[in-house]
Structures are given as structure tokens and as C-alpha cells.
């Protein structure tokens, strides 16, 4: 993929949320859960490496309470793996971005958000103009390069704050252009 977007970097797949039950507090568990902490949020993130740097870009699909990043700028942090066993050993620069409105502020990019309401929504996510993106705003420790580099791996997560409720993530029809050297 590059800055310029590429069908290469691009994944187009199926989302929806198929079930949900409100995040809060299990009674008995005030000591490690507060009504002011509660959320959670789901989406996309893709895996590349330039100057010897993994960098895990993500791109949030839905969000409620405080981990609801609707209104939020993109941002960079150091997210740090200690188990070498792991492919996500030793850890990367993690690039967030918010489907949304504020990607479309921010980055000219239209990425809707996911509806808790169970419809599917169709995406087609270019990680080489998100990175591009990133990149113009100065998020990245290093400059992305000029030229093309390898999107290492996609995947979906659902992380929340609570001790009961739940959300499901529905993904479906996942797709993109594969190169292999030689043969493109």
C-alpha cells in the first residue's frame, strides 16, 4: 500500500452489530467497577512496519461511553507487548483514528460509523490514506515512506470497561486485492 491509496491497502468487508446489552456494574463489584468508567467500542486495525517500527493503525467503528472517541482528534501512542511468544512482540506505535466525523475532518476520509441499531454497513477502508493521513498530521514517529509498504495484517477487536453487558461484532464478505510478486 502507499499514501496514495492503493486497492492493495484497501479491506472492504461486512459489519454489524448483532447483539448488545448495556455495559455497567454487577452488583458486588463497586470495588473494581464505577458507573463513570463504563464503555466500550469495537473496529478495525491493520498491522505495517516502516523503519523498523510496527505500527498498529486503528480505526474505531462504534463507541459508547467513555470509550465513545466520537468527537476526538486522531492520535499516537507507544503500546508496549512484553511476550515474546507473540506476534505482537514487542509492541508498536499504535495510530488511532475515529470512523466518522472526525475522520472526515480530519483526514478527508469517509468511514461511517457502526450503529448499535444491528444494520450492516458496508465498508472499504484504504490504510494507505489513512497512514497518509497520519502522516500529514505528524502522528508517526517516522515519516511513511515515498513508496509502497506491506499492510502485514488485518483484524477486528471489541475491547469494554464494565463488569457485565456485552456487544457482538458481526463481520462478514472480507476482501481485498492480494499481491504476490511476480504474478501482479
Given at each position: 500500500m502507499n499514501r496514495r491509496g492503493s486497492p492493495r491497502g484497501t479491506i472492504v468487508f461486512d459489519a454489524r452489530i448483532s447483539s448488545h446489552a448495556t455495559i455497567a456494574c454487577r452488583a458486588g463489584t463497586e470495588s473494581i467497577c464505577s458507573p463513570s468508567s463504563l464503555g466500550v467500542h469495537a473496529g478495525v486495525y491493520a498491522y505495517a512496519t516502516w523503519a523498523g517500527v510496527p505500527r498498529l493503525v486503528f480505526v474505531d467503528l462504534h463507541g459508547s461511553g467513555v470509550l465513545d472517541y466520537s468527537s476526538g482528534p486522531p492520535g499516537e501512542s507507544k503500546w508496549n507487548w512484553p511476550v515474546r511468544d507473540s506476534f505482537q512482540y514487542p509492541g508498536a506505535e499504535v495510530?488511532?483514528?475515529?470512523?466518522?466525523?472526525?475522520?472526515?475532518?480530519?483526514?478527508?476520509?469517509?468511514?461511517?460509523?457502526?450503529?448499535?441499531?444491528?444494520?450492516?454497513?458496508?465498508?472499504?477502508?484504504?490504510?494507505?490514506?489513512?497512514?497518509?493521513?497520519?502522516?500529514?498530521?505528524?502522528?508517526?514517529?517516522?515519516?511513511?515512506?515515498?513508496?509502497?509498504?506491506?499492510?502485514?495484517?488485518?483484524?477486528?477487536?471489541?475491547?469494554?470497561?464494565?463488569?457485565?453487558?456485552?456487544?457482538?461484532?458481526?463481520?462478514?464478505?472480507?476482501?481485498?486485492?492480494?499481491?504476490?510478486?511476480?504474478?501482479?
Amino acid at each position: 500500500m502507499n499514501r496514495r491509496g492503493s486497492p492493495r491497502g484497501t479491506i472492504v468487508f461486512d459489519a454489524r452489530i448483532s447483539s448488545h446489552a448495556t455495559i455497567a456494574c454487577r452488583a458486588g463489584t463497586e470495588s473494581i467497577c464505577s458507573p463513570s468508567s463504563l464503555g466500550v467500542h469495537a473496529g478495525v486495525y491493520a498491522y505495517a512496519t516502516w523503519a523498523g517500527v510496527p505500527r498498529l493503525v486503528f480505526v474505531d467503528l462504534h463507541g459508547s461511553g467513555v470509550l465513545d472517541y466520537s468527537s476526538g482528534p486522531p492520535g499516537e501512542s507507544k503500546w508496549n507487548w512484553p511476550v515474546r511468544d507473540s506476534f505482537q512482540y514487542p509492541g508498536a506505535e499504535v495510530l488511532f483514528f475515529v470512523a466518522g466525523s472526525s475522520m472526515a475532518t480530519y483526514c478527508g476520509i469517509d468511514v461511517a460509523r457502526l450503529p448499535l441499531t444491528g444494520t450492516r454497513v458496508r465498508y472499504a477502508i484504504d490504510f494507505g490514506k489513512v497512514l497518509a493521513c497520519a502522516d500529514a498530521r505528524g502522528l508517526a514517529g517516522d515519516p511513511m515512506p515515498a513508496g509502497d509498504i506491506a499492510l502485514d495484517g488485518v483484524h477486528w477487536y471489541i475491547e469494554g470497561s464494565g463488569t457485565q453487558g456485552s456487544l457482538g461484532l458481526e463481520v462478514s464478505a472480507v476482501e481485498t486485492a492480494l499481491f504476490v510478486d511476480g504474478f501482479d
